[in-house]
């Protein structure tokens, strides 16, 4: 009697079910419908879609839709919206959906933080369903062995918390925004402040539970390919080979209190020439410092006049005293003082650097509040600098900034060395290492006032400074992040040789920005040969006749020149030519140079004019006097590529150079985005997946052994205990294994 209440009771469940899902249906048309009858199939019995699906019909869609967009340019847009938003509560329902979707040719689009820069986890050009991941966000910490599991929709915010909660001496390698998902930062490689000591987050990444595009899951060992998958999700781009439910990753040693510093300095403070320091000082400097460098322009004081803004943001994993010795040894241009230093805890610092507004002290349950941080509109690029940016470059970066109104455009500059320069190129799907000194993401934004025209004009100006870049930054091809998506790129390449074509157009259009250079240069020379001869006007448009100034200052400037060479020649400093070549091959890391570029002079001479103006009024702080390059010691850019590899191979590992990975089956796609709209591997083919049920099918029985390898291969046996079948169905597709029954490995 029991069991016939008991189904009948079912039975009821079933059919309201059924006649939800086809309400929800009603409006769809018959490929949606489709899907929505392969989600109600019977065999998926038990699993209540009903409360996790979305369709636009649906009241809440568009908040749920809303929620987690982070660019709100992307935020408005119609028309390329998902047809249906999943939620997933439990893994099995992110398999039911992505095997439902590839029945009945839908695309997947899946979701964590929402902060893709062009939006594509949650805009498409063709139909498709989102799965956003934000119920799967479960964190736990193994503080004993110092690693944690983090299932993918979890951001970084509320994995900081997770890890204070048990531990304040631990932390990961994160980025430095808090509403960053999880997913999505490990996908792209994910720096932050600790990158300088530990590397990319990525580098600390132990293991991965994986759904592919067949909807099995697997981790590390279980299957073939997992590995070379493992190697690809981590910088790749994860969405690339399917969806990752969670990593194991390794947790890193930090102090019980870090310091931090936010100084900023104007033109008339320097800027210029604090930030050139700037450039072969933060790449280099001690590892336990990371002083990230942020360019916008500002208001003058008086808000007259505008002037180019450079902030210095840093965290040191130690204490203010050994901070400032440090700074003082290598860099004594920023003239930091303790007053500007906080010292307070690791998972404080985190809040602080989100810079919105967060004083010391604030309650770190910000960090699980997911709407407690600014949103923007904005569109950016990225890039990778090898050489320092030379003084004259930066001021035609200046001139653009002054185009715009005050805080339209930024360029954010993450230094890198220190731990990152350890990694051979190929270790990941991240080639940015040794030899780069920082990467730079140059922005507009703008808010919900701003007209149409005003944005087009923010966005061709970014693409004139992006151009204006072109001989400053990584060439040949130049680079950019791939967590900094940007579709001006070019989309669509499916196979490395098909990116390789933009690579080659790119280098083409390097070479002609170059050329463009080079004649813009000779032009300048020639001109100056002839005002020389024929007296003219001079830098700053005053009449010079006969080759002789009428101002005074040229002959004041030279007087200094020539003081200044006297003074080195009796110091027996070495002058250079040729701007920031004389970074290379001269020393050995780490060994100190005492030589100074013409350039580094010109500067000097400069800066003597400009501590003159400080002194009229122009800044707001007593400084001590900028010490010189001659007294500061320099060092050598860390970058020799034969020896970093040479170390490697000594530690035991194999290296491969990372065009070859980029050759491989896995590795060529692992750079690559997927043209939007196509599930990744969907052109294999042929095999079916052994996992698919038929949406018809009422049961279907798997043995605990099988499992398939990427290639669809039933008869390739899995190749570790901890095996993928643990994940997939049995029976009637209910799931030995959720999140909140946890695997015994
Ligand atoms: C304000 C802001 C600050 C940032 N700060 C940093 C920083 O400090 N350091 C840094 O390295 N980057 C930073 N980024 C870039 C950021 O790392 C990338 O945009 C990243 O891809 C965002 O991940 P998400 O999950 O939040 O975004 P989403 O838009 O949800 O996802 C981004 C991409 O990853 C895919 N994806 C997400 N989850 C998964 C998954 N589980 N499996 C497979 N694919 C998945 C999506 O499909 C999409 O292609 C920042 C971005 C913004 C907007």
């Not at 069991?3 to 469940?13: D, G, K, Q, Y």
């Not at 498709?128 to 929709?153: C, E, H």
Request: hydrophobic share 35%; net charge neutral.
């Amino acid at each position: 009697m029991k069991r016939a209440i008991s189904s009948s009771l079912l039975l009821v469940t079933y059919l309201l079910l059924l006649i939800n899902l086809w309400t929800l249906a009603s409006s769809a048309d018959n490929a949606d419908q489709e899907f929505l009858k392969c989600l109600s199939s019977p065999f998926y019995e038990g699993i209540k879609l009903s409360e996790i699906l979305y369709t636009p019909n649906n009241s809440s869609y568009t908040s749920v839709l809303q929620s987690s967009i982070q660019n709100l340019r992307l935020a408005g847009l119609t028309g390329q919206m998902p047809s249906f938003i999943v939620t997933p509560i439990i893994y099995s329902q992110v398999q039911i959906v992505v095997l439902c979707a590839k029945n009945h040719q839908l695309q997947v689009r899946v979701r964590g933080g929402g902060h893709d820069f062009e939006g594509l986890s949650y805009v498409s050009d063709q139909p498709f369903v989102l799965i956003d991941l934000i119920n799967l966000r479960n964190i736990t910490v193994d503080a004993g062995n110092g690693t944690a599991w983090v299932q993918s929709g979890a951001n970084l915010g509320e994995l900081n918390y997770r890890i204070a909660e048990k531990s304040s001496e631990f932390a990961f390698p994160g980025g430095v925004w808090p509403t960053v998902g999880i997913g999505g930062f490990l996908g792209g490689g994910g720096y932050g402040s600790l990158t300088r000591k530990y590397g990319l987050g990525a580098d600390s990444v132990i293991d991965y539970r994986f759904l592919n595009y067949e909807s099995n899951v697997f981790d590390r060992v279980s299957v073939v390919g997992s590995e070379d998958i493992f190697w690809a999700v981590r910088g790749g781009t994860a969405s690339s080979f399917g969806i990752v439910l969670e990593w194991q990753i390794k947790l890193v040693p930090v102090p019980k209190n870090v310091t931090v510093f936010a100084v900023t300095r104007t033109l008339a403070q320097n800027a210029t020439w604090i930030f050139h320091q700037w450039q072969y000082v933060a790449p280099n400097i001690h590892r336990d410092l990371y002083i990230k460098a942020k360019i916008t322009s500002i208001k003058t004081a008086d808000g007259k006049e505008k002037t180019i803004q450079v902030s210095f943001e840093s965290l040191f994993l130690g204490p203010v005293d050994r901070l400032l010795n440090i700074m003082e040894k290598s860099f004594p241009e920023l003239d930091l003082v303790r007053k500007d230093c906080t010292e307070m805890s690791w998972v404080k610092s985190t809040l602080w650097f989100a810079n919105a507004g967060f004083p010391n002290g604030e309650s770190l349950e910000l960090l699980l509040n997911r709407n407690a941080f600014q949103k923007f509109y904005f569109k950016a690029k990225s890039d990778f600098v090898q050489e320092p940016i030379p003084a004259e470059a930066l001021d035609g970066i200046w001139k653009l900034f002054f185009e715009l109104e005050a805080g339209e455009a930024q360029i954010e500059i993450t230094p890198f060395g220190g731990k990152m320069d350890e990694f051979p190129e190929s270790a990941l799907p991240f080639p940015h290492r040794a030899g780069n000194l920082y990467m730079m993401l140059e922005g507009v934004q703008w808010d919900n006032k701003t007209s149409p025209e005003k944005q087009g004009k923010l966005l061709k100006w970014l693409e004139r400074l992006h151009m204006y870049l072109t001989p400053f930054v990584s060439k040949n091809p130049r680079a950019s992040y791939v967590n900094y998506n940007d579709l001006d790129l070019g989309v669509g390449s499916k196979t490395y040789d098909e990116a390789s074509v933009w690579e080659n157009e790119q280098a083409k259009a390097q070479e002609k920005a170059q050329e463009k250079a080079q004649e813009k240069a000779q032009e300048k020379a020639q001109e100056k040969a002839v005002e020389s001869q024929q007296g003219s006007t001079n830098r700053k448009g005053k009449r010079v006749e006969d080759g002789a100034p009428v101002t005074k200052k040229p002959v004041a400037r030279e007087l200094k020149r020539q003081k200044l060479s006297v003074r080195r020649a009796q110091k027996g400093v070495v002058i250079s030519e040729g701007g920031a070549s004389r970074e290379k091959g001269k020393a050995s890391v780490g060994e100190e140079e005492n030589f100074v570029t013409a350039e580094d002079e010109n500067y000097e001479v400069e800066k003597e004019d400009r501590e003159i103006k400080d002194k009229e009024g122009d800044v707001e702080r007593t400084r001590k006097p900028l010490s010189f390059l001659e007294t500061v010691p320099r060092k050598k850019l860390p970058f020799v590529r034969g020896e970093v590899v040479d170390e490697w191979e000594k530690s035991g590992k194999n290296y491969t150079a990372f065009s070859d990975k980029l050759r491989g089956d896995v590795g060529r796609k692992a750079v690559f985005m997927p043209t939007p709209g196509q599930l990744p591997f969907a052109s294999t083919g042929g095999t079916p997946p052994i996992s698919t049920p038929p949406c018809n099918a009422t049961s279907q029985q798997t043995t605990s052994k099988e499992t398939t390898n990427m290639q669809g291969d039933l008869s390739q046996p899995s190749q570790s205990p901890r095996r993928s079948v643990r994940l997939q169905m049995k029976g009637k597709f209910t799931f030995e294994n959720t999140p909140d029954d946890p695997i015994e490995l």
